[in-house]
């Protein structure tokens, strides 16, 4: 893996294969670009106030984090399945 800092604070998780696996942004929202539509959909459905500050790519799925603090999991097609812990 690698991992990329940004002047901003911004972490960026890659793969040996240059896919991003993690991004991570204190203090400001994960580029739009980047999330799977049906979770930005979601999290402006749900929590109107809120915005993405990091999610990872992992097998079978995403995990977010918002900036209130809640965690989020979603499946591979960006399907709601439950709150992290």
Known sequence: DYE???AN????EFTLQGD?????????AVPATIVPPAISKYVKAKFPNST?????????????????DMELKFDKNGNFLTYDD
């Open 52 to 68: 993405i500050v990091k999610i990872d790519k992992k097998y079978g799925g995403y995990d977010v984090e918002l900036n209130n």
């Open 20 to 28: 991003w696996k993690e991004v991570k942004c204190p203090g400001s």
């Open 4 to 6: 990329v800092y940004l």
């Open 9 to 12: 604070g911004t972490k960026v």
